[in-house]
């Protein structure tokens, strides 16, 4: 079975501190993709990041970061000084080998930035 | 370009009703996904279309629930008899080519069934 967790439901930082988004999952395949996605207040899901489950290096977007470790099933994403507008829910997801190409989501993090 | 759209953005509806929910897809994208999602959760797949078949529909909770994509580009979510547990958002995605290329989502559909 195919699953994702996002244990951390909530989580609140102040602007400016780093903050990490964790993300375990579960696959039997050996071939997967993982991805993150951002849904601010408005409601639709943006996507932002896309790995291969071949591709075990770390990515750095401006201020956004993702750790793939397969050795413990983990694709954390982390903020770097954070700011108000990254208020929203995150969603990490996973497409496994024969599903077409469906997405398996974990339950989302709240995130809230406050001033 | 123009993203996915989805009509209408809210619904209330009925138990019992029949409704249909539409979704546009981004120019191009053969694939086409359907999610549901509740209030609290992470979205939940309901089909997915590869041209104008349904490659996957084993996400559909039951048979109250039909999609179709009969040209292959825009899709109907068609639910009947609607019932109070059916309320939720229902996103739709698209993709270039399926398989596990990025997904691109619309903005919902917020479906309220009283």
């Known amino acids: 079975a195919q699953k994702v967790t996002q244990a951390q439901t909530e989580i609140s930082v102040v602007e400016k501190e780093d903050v990490t988004l964790d993300c375990v999952y579960e696959t039997r395949d050996t071939t997967y993709y993982l991805f993150w996605y951002k849904q601010p207040p408005s409601g639709e899901l943006v996507f932002l990041i896309r790995?291969?489950?071949?591709?075990?290096q770390n990515e750095i977007s401006g201020r956004y970061s993702w750790n793939f470790q397969k050795s413990t099933s983990s694709f954390n994403f982390t903020i770097t000084a954070s700011q108000v507008v990254d208020s929203a829910v995150y969603f990490c997801a996973l497409s496994g080998n024969n599903q077409g190409g469906k997405l398996i989501f974990g339950q989302g993090t709240e995130l809230s930035v406050k001033p | 370009g123009a993203g996915v759209s989805q009509t209408p953005s809210n619904k209330v509806t009925e138990k019992g009703k029949y409704v249909e929910l539409r979704c546009d897809p981004i120019?191009?994208?053969?694939?086409l996904y359907w999610y549901r999602q509740s209030l609290g959760q992470g979205p939940e797949f309901l089909i997915y279309?590869?041209?104008?078949?349904?490659?996957?529909d084993s996400g559909l909770p039951n048979d109250r629930f039909f999609a179709v994509r009969p040209e292959g580009s825009v899709s109907t979510l068609k639910i009947q008899r609607t019932e109070r547990g059916d309320s939720a958002v229902y996103l739709c995605?698209?993709?270039?080519?399926?398989?596990?290329?990025?997904?691109?989502f619309g903005p919902g559909t917020r479906l309220l069934v009283l």
């Open positions: 790995r291969n489950s071949f591709d075990e």
């Open positions: 995605a698209s993709s270039l080519n399926g398989g596990r290329e990025t997904q691109y």
């Open positions: 120019s191009g994208h053969t694939a």
């Open positions: 279309f590869q041209g104008t078949g349904a490659a996957d």
